[in-house]
């Protein structure tokens, strides 16, 4: 498969990493301010976790430092490592996040470039095919969403593993290692071996080769799946299981459909997918599915041999994971990033098998499909610029679907407008009457205009769906302390400690409530107690330095006010949030105040 090698693989590799890099700035220049969103709140935000290298290897061991909330248990170590870096290069600044899932975007771009080239691909079209991957509209959403490195990170290492895996001089350490990485980043990762297979029993005069990695990878994998035995992750994944395995399965014959339409013509993108779920076999939607992908699995595994066959196939079991396991979303974009791939291996293969002419004709088009997709990117990262944009937008293309309705409603929360949220929770109830989340942030807003009892029947209606939600049991507690019911407020921390034992501002308020009955001792070891899990919260700073300066320690009070001061200065919010410039007022007199 050769037509043009005027230019040496490295030299070329270099320019295109010079080129997509170039593009790539370009392309996302004006979503590199975009703020965190959804998910990137408790698992980066405000996870007080990834504020120390010095917990890296706690990240190894203990499943609950992915997220602020106590309540995940992601074992994706190596994904947690990258966030802890970026928090000791930049803080909370979430240009420096984004830069890093672009830099994975590029180098996956590049590397399925370089990847076609040693699959005997003519250079032009290698590279091409790597742009149109890199200006795809389906991959802005990784980008933009900076939860969604895990899948960046992870199709790198498994692109990486089978690009080693294609040369037979590369000694087996670096297919070792870079597959040991993809299992630290994603449980996706366990589709490598599979794909790999596919790959070389296709290439059966190269299977000797691989005789020795094969059982390398299977131990691999059946280790990690202990470690995740062991770490209750399997166990608690499956008990939150949102649907029945049979729903589950016919909802994700139609996704495999769906995704492949996504990918050829992806319009009407967005961060919560207008997709239902199906529980009838018989259902037109699920048939006409079934028969169009298993046509499509016939073909492919009759010439699996061939690259569009291959390709294909690469695409059905990167997805598969997804589709055998529920999880709470039925589509999302950031999946198709890795199967994706698959796809742009079944267009090398399709554009190959055509004449030089018209594949040259092609050319032409395909950079007018390329300039088309990056303004749609453009355009996507527009809708990306706030929350209330993201899911305005998310609505307007999904009014059924509940969650966005729900998370509308916070984005209208923050904004202080509680009448369009209260809206978008009635709504989101509607769909859903049993959405815990919903009936929590009810409570809250309720909570925030003063509507106690109506209130406390929301958190309660929320724990009855949930009874693990710590949040609302400190909710709840919070409710008691406002209205001077000291020991049910007292009760409730409790119960939130008890489900999550890292819920730093638990400690905190119960540290006020402690004040409030006198035990000034108590209040302070709290407040402590509330820094040790989360240094940079600058409300117990302020509590614990009241207290110091109360007991005459003035170096640790001024330490405090100091680092309120500097805490509040750095949150996103400070100039549009009235009671954060107040306290950062408060902590400076204080300084002045102690200083002299």
């Not at 895990?150 to 087996?172: E, I, K, N, P, T």
């Not at 509590?543 to 170096?555: F, P, S």
Request: hydrophobic fraction near 45%; proline fraction near 4%; charged fraction near 15%.
């Amino acid at each position: 498969m050769s037509e043009d090698h005027k230019v040496s693989p490295l030299k070329l590799t270099l320019w295109g990493v010079v080129a997509f890099s170039v593009m790539g700035l370009i392309l996302f220049a004006n979503a590199l301010e975009n703020p965190f969103h959804y998910d990137d709140l408790h698992s980066i935000q405000y996870n007080p976790h990834i504020r120390t290298l010095k917990n890296i290897p706690i990240f190894f061991t203990d499943t609950q430092t992915f997220s602020s909330d106590g309540q995940g248990t992601m074992f994706r170590p190596l994904l947690l490592v990258s966030y802890a870096f970026n928090y000791y290069l930049d803080g909370q600044n979430v240009v420096g996040y984004r830069l890093v899932n672009l830099g994975l975007h590029i180098a996956c771009a590049v590397l399925l470039s370089v990847i076609l080239v040693r699959l005997q691909i003519p250079q032009r079209m290698a590279w091409g095919l790597g742009t149109l991957f890199l200006l795809h509209p389906v991959h802005g959403e990784p980008v933009n969403y900076i939860s969604s490195r895990s899948d960046l990170l992870v199709s790198f290492a498994c692109l990486g593993v089978f690009y080693f895996g294609l040369d037979a001089s590369q000694r087996y350490w670096r297919i070792y290692s870079a597959f040991g990485g993809a299992l630290l980043v994603k449980s996706i990762a366990i589709v490598l071996p599979p794909i790999m297979a596919i790959y070389y029993w296709g290439k059966n005069t190269r299977m000797s080769i691989w005789r020795r990695p094969f059982p390398m990878l299977g131990g691999m994998t059946l280790a990690y799946i202990g470690i995740l035995y062991s770490n209750n992750f399997l166990a608690s994944s499956l008990a939150k299981a949102p649907r029945s395995l049979d729903v589950q399965l016919l909802t994700q014959v139609k996704a495999y459909i769906y995704y492949l339409w996504l990918f050829s013509m992806p319009v009407k993108l967005s961060v919560e997918l207008s997709f239902l779920s199906s529980s009838e076999l018989l259902s037109g939607p699920v048939l006409a599915a079934g028969a169009f992908l298993a046509s499509l699995l016939f073909l492919s595994i009759k010439g699996y041999k061939d690259l569009r066959g291959f390709g294909f196939l690469w695409y059905v079991v990167a997805l598969a994971p997804t589709a055998l396991v529920p999880l709470n979303i039925f589509v999302s974009q950031s999946r198709l990033y890795l199967a994706s791939a698959g796809l742009f291996l079944v267009l090398a293969g399709m554009l190959w098998q055509m004449p030089k002419i018209r594949r040259q004709r092609l050319g032409i088009w395909a950079g007018l499909l390329g300039v088309v997709f990056a303004f749609s990117v453009v355009r996507q990262n527009q809708v990306w610029a706030t929350p209330l944009t993201l899911w305005q937008d998310a609505v307007a293309k999904g009014p059924g679907m509940f969650r966005a309705q729900m998370n509308l409603a916070l984005a209208y929360a923050k904004e202080g407008d509680d009448t369009k949220a209260l809206h978008h929770l009635d709504i989101a109830l509607k769909i859903k009457p049993d959405y815990a989340d919903a009936w929590a942030e009810r409570g809250n807003i309720l909570n925030n205009i003063g509507d106690l009892d109506a209130a406390f029947k929301a958190y309660s209606k929320a724990l009855e769906y949930r009874p693990d939600m710590a949040g609302v049991y400190y909710n709840r507690g919070n409710l008691y302390l406002r209205t001077g019911r000291l020991l049910d407020a007292e009760k409730q921390y409790r119960l939130a400690l008890e489900r999550n034992s890292n819920f730093a501002k638990v400690y905190n308020n119960w540290g006020q409530l402690d004040e409030l009955q006198g035990e000034a001792e108590k209040a302070f070891n709290r407040y402590q107690q509330a820094l040790e899990i989360d240094p940079d919260m600058a409300e117990a700073w302020f509590n614990l330095a009241v207290l110091a300066e109360q007991k005459g320690k003035r170096q640790l009070a001024l330490e405090g006010y100091e680092k309120t001061y500097s805490l509040l200065l750095k949150e996103p919010d400070f100039s549009r949030n009235e009671m954060f410039r107040q306290f950062a007022q408060r902590a400076l007199e204080a300084q002045k105040r102690l200083g002299q």
